[in-house]
């Protein structure tokens, strides 16, 4: 007589429950990976925008005060990350770089194709994308910069939301210099560098599009700078009431549920909420508006 071994198979309806109970637990447990996955590369954008603004703060205090400055129209252009290079540990590519010639010079091909870790921000969809295009008849191939220095305000506010008399540069200069006694703001209350992250794809509200923003400003060997602007809630019409997370054509842009992370003048990194005022990212993106802003404002 056969003996039995003691173990009972699974039945048709126990297999269905067991795998409906495992597909309910992987439906609660995968929110809260994510969560913490979200939350661990927040973290991680904010630590490179602190690095960044240790290397601005060194950068100054080698050179008079003197803010790191990106050449937009000015020969030879160039961007002002390459002035931080060997404050972020990369004293070898600094050596390499020529100062002499425009980023894209044919010369400069292998070392701008290099990507710095230290920006880009690892929350952002597809690490490995690059920038491709051409600037005086020249190709490139480039990684992208999600972290743009803030210039100051656009144009295109003025005289829409802005009269002419506005001071709407911001503390990061563009084609001369500028020092941190010139943020008459105060350091605590002036962006320097903010997400503009997902480039070279335009995102407006969450979700890509088709369209690619200009490609000479979104890597780190090109000047690299914002004019911040806001948009409408769906990214789609500027001027507009939303100053964070509608679209990151020239405005403060990230892949963080709730907002973008900010560098301010003193080397604090903020977290900008998405609902903060547009008002007070204007006023953040400028140096000398005279606004009095609290904590609690962003």
């Given at each position: 007589?056969?003996?039995?071994?003691?173990?009972?198979?699974?039945?048709?309806?126990?297999?269905?429950?067991l795998i409906a109970v495992l597909a309910v637990l992987i439906g609660l447990l995968l929110p809260a990976v994510q969560e913490v996955r979200g939350a661990g590369s927040r973290v991680s954008?904010?630590?490179?925008?602190?690095?960044?603004?240790?290397?601005?703060?060194?950068?100054?205090?080698?050179?008079?005060?003197?803010?790191?400055?990106?050449?937009?129209?000015?020969?030879?252009?160039?961007?002002?990350?390459?002035?931080?290079?060997?404050?972020?540990?990369?004293?070898?590519?600094?050596?390499?770089?020529?100062?002499?010639?425009?980023?894209?010079?044919?010369?400069?091909?292998?070392?701008?194709?290099?990507?710095?870790?230290?920006?880009?921000?690892?929350?952002?969809?597809?690490?490995?994308?690059?920038?491709?295009?051409?600037?005086?008849?020249?190709?490139?191939?480039?990684?992208?910069?999600?972290?743009?220095?803030?210039?100051?305000?656009?144009?295109?506010?003025?005289?829409?939301?802005?009269?002419?008399?506005?001071?709407?540069?911001?503390?990061?200069?563009?084609?001369?210099?500028?020092?941190?006694?010139?943020?008459?703001?105060?350091?605590?209350?002036?962006?320097?560098?903010?997400?503009?992250?997902?480039?070279?794809?335009?995102?407006?509200?969450?979700?890509?599009?088709?369209?690619?923003?200009?490609?000479?400003?979104?890597?780190?060997?090109?000047?690299?700078?914002?004019?911040?602007?806001?948009?409408?809630?769906?990214?789609?019409?500027?001027?507009?009431?939303?100053?964070?997370?509608?679209?990151?054509?020239?405005?403060?842009?990230?892949?963080?549920?709730?907002?973008?992370?900010?560098?301010?003048?003193?080397?604090?990194?903020?977290?900008?909420?998405?609902?903060?005022?547009?008002?007070?990212?204007?006023?953040?993106?400028?140096?000398?508006?005279?606004?009095?802003?609290?904590?609690?404002?962003?």
């Amino acid at each position: 007589m056969p003996r039995s071994n003691g173990r009972k198979a699974f039945s048709p309806i126990e297999l269905a429950v067991l795998i409906a109970v495992l597909a309910v637990l992987i439906g609660l447990l995968l929110p809260a990976v994510q969560e913490v996955r979200g939350a661990g590369s927040r973290v991680s954008c904010a630590d490179n925008l602190r690095q960044i603004g240790r290397a601005i703060h060194d950068y100054a205090d080698a050179n008079d005060g003197q803010l790191p400055y990106g050449h937009r129209n000015k020969s030879p252009l160039s961007g002002w990350a390459t002035l931080l290079l060997p404050y972020i540990g990369q004293e070898k590519m600094v050596k390499q770089y020529r100062f002499d010639l425009d980023w894209y010079d044919p010369a400069q091909r292998k070392l701008i194709s290099q990507p710095l870790k230290v920006m880009q921000c690892p929350a952002v969809p597809d690490p490995d994308r690059t920038i491709t295009g051409t600037a005086a008849g020249v190709p490139y191939t480039v990684p992208p910069a999600d972290y743009a220095a803030v210039s100051g305000i656009t144009v295109d506010v003025v005289p829409a939301v802005f009269p002419p008399s506005y001071p709407r540069f911001g503390a990061m200069p563009v084609d001369e210099t500028r020092r941190f006694i010139d943020i008459l703001d105060g350091a605590s209350n002036t962006l320097l560098v903010a997400e503009g992250a997902g480039r070279p794809q335009v995102w407006l509200d969450g979700k890509a599009t088709a369209n690619v923003p200009p490609n000479d400003k979104s890597t780190w060997s090109a000047w690299n700078g914002n004019f911040i602007r806001g948009y409408s809630r769906d990214g789609k019409v500027m001027p507009g009431p939303c100053g964070v997370n509608c679209s990151n054509d020239n405005a403060i842009y990230g892949f963080h549920p709730g907002g973008a992370n900010g560098l301010l003048g003193d080397g604090s990194v903020r977290f900008l909420r998405q609902s903060t005022d547009v008002y007070v990212i204007y006023a953040l993106a400028t140096r000398a508006g005279g606004e009095v802003l609290a904590d609690d404002d962003f």
